[in-house]
């Protein structure tokens, strides 16, 4: 189970926050430096990995010399604090992890090797320790962005698990627009689904249980 299923799915709960004209762009500027952050955390792991496995390094642009150039490039783009190491490795448990799982997977769902129970246990610890990481992620993020976990977990948990940046901005700037009045709240959510069929290449009929109209 993702973090946004498991934290952040459903209906939004009406608490004391009110998202207002006043205070939106401070909360979209939490979430471009939350969203900034985490790329930056994967490019440098991935970037690391490239130069600790050269073994599966399959791109001759990748020599040693270039990586060390573009590592050193990015750890001076931010400073390195106590919560950013504790990112990076936990990141980096994931990627390994994420190795043994895609090994397990395959495994598990053979017809004959699938039959041995203890790939079913081994991808269950597999399993167990993603989530368990994951968590520790979301605790890190927490405890840096702490307002936009609390009154947008949506918004936070969409960036948490990498979502596509222009979807939030688009967001935002559709909230922008209904709290300053030029459109309604009905007619941006329906402007955000008509975006996301377009971007995605949806069946137009995806959102029609939720439309402003019904069902047809």
Not at 131 to 153: D, F, S, T, W
């Amino acid at each position: 189970m993702t973090l946004y299923r498991k934290h952040a799915q459903g209906p939004a709960i009406k608490g004391d926050f009110t998202l207002s004209y006043d205070n939106i762009e401070q909360y979209h500027r939490m979430a471009q430096q939350m969203d900034d952050e985490v790329r930056w955390t994967k490019n440098l792991i991935n970037l690391r990995n490239k130069l600790d496995h050269p073994e599966e390094n399959t791109d001759s642009l990748y020599t040693p010399e270039y990586l060390a150039r573009r590592i050193a490039k990015l750890e001076a783009m931010r400073p390195i604090t106590e919560d950013t190491k504790e990112h990076i490795r936990v990141t980096q448990e994931l990627t390994e992890l994420q190795k043994e799982i895609n090994k397990t997977t395959p495994l598990v769902f053979d017809k004959v090797e699938g039959q041995n129970p203890e790939h079913h246990e081994r991808m269950s610890e597999l399993n167990d320790k993603w989530n368990a990481l994951e968590e520790q992620r979301n605790n890190i993020y927490g405890r840096k962005y702490p307002e936009l976990k609390e009154h947008l977990p949506k918004i936070y948990y969409m960036i948490l698990e990498g979502v596509d940046m222009d979807t939030v901005n688009s967001c935002f700037n559709k909230m922008k627009s209904v709290l300053s009045g030029s459109l309604t709240s009905e007619e941006a959510a329906n402007r955000l689904m008509k975006e996301s069929e377009t971007k995605y290449n949806l069946p137009k009929t995806l959102y029609d249980p939720i439309r402003a109209n019904g069902k047809k």
